[in-house]
């Protein structure tokens, strides 16, 4: 996280350049995202940058890690709080993810830890798991966060809304629990998809009168 120097700054020179930082990964486009663009942003040289953090990985954690939890550990952490009860941890999960993506509106400071520092960010969470976890448990996690992971990138990138976001979890969950051949799984889906376009068709309609 952020070098001592940036943590000993006065109270409000921090919060500058903090709020600046966190603007500037919010709503810059993903290739523009480098030292040369943030030292602009926050009008400083870059040996500056350099005395506050490690490195632009460094910097991007230090705002993360301030708004919102590591989001691949929250699923670790709501599997043992709920005693290994896949049903109840998945659910869990499902709530959480909306919250942290749509109510605290953190889709797009995600899209930096999804699509840049993923390599990084996946690969400390690996070990956290092995650390913590038998063999066998390590690859169901494994396995049921990659296709978490998968789905918050499509999120990230055809911009879901709320409503999408949970029917599509929705239907993962019950793949996860009940198998992905399970045909009434498959129906099920495709009834709750079909409402969702027919309110979304109506509402835009509604919206051009």
């Known amino acids: 996280m952020a070098k001592t120097t940036f943590n000993n700054l006065d109270k409000e020179k921090k919060e500058k350049i903090y709020n600046s930082l966190k603007e500037f990964f919010e709503e810059e486009e993903l290739k523009n995202i480098n030292v040369s663009g943030i030292v602009k942003k926050l009008g400083i040289a ?22 919102t939890g590591e989001i691949h ?52 969470g690996k070990e956290y798991l092995l650390s913590h976890l038998s063999d066998k448990e390590y690859h169901l996690i494994l396995y049921i966060m990659a296709v978490f992971h998968e789905l918050i990138k499509e999120n990230i990138t055809r911009n879901y809304d709320k409503e999408k976001f949970l029917t599509l979890c929705n239907l993962y969950i019950n793949w996860l629990l009940g198998g992905i051949n399970n045909e009434s799984i498959w129906n099920l889906f495709w009834r709750t998809l079909s409402c969702f376009c027919n309110f979304s068709w109506h509402k835009d309609a509604t919206n051009r009168k």
Do not use: C, P, W
């Open 46 to 67: 870059r040996g500056s940058f350099y005395q506050y953090f490690e490195d632009l990985e460094d910097s991007y954690f230090t705002v993360l890690k301030r708004e």
């Open 73 to 124: 550990h929250k699923f670790f952490n709501l599997y043992k709080e709920n005693n290994k009860n896949l049903d109840v941890t998945l659910n869990a999960y499902r709530d959480y993810l909306a919250e942290e993506l749509f109510d605290k509106n953190l889709k797009k400071l995600y899209r930096a830890k999804f699509f840049i520092f993923e390599n990084s960010f996946m690969l400390h």
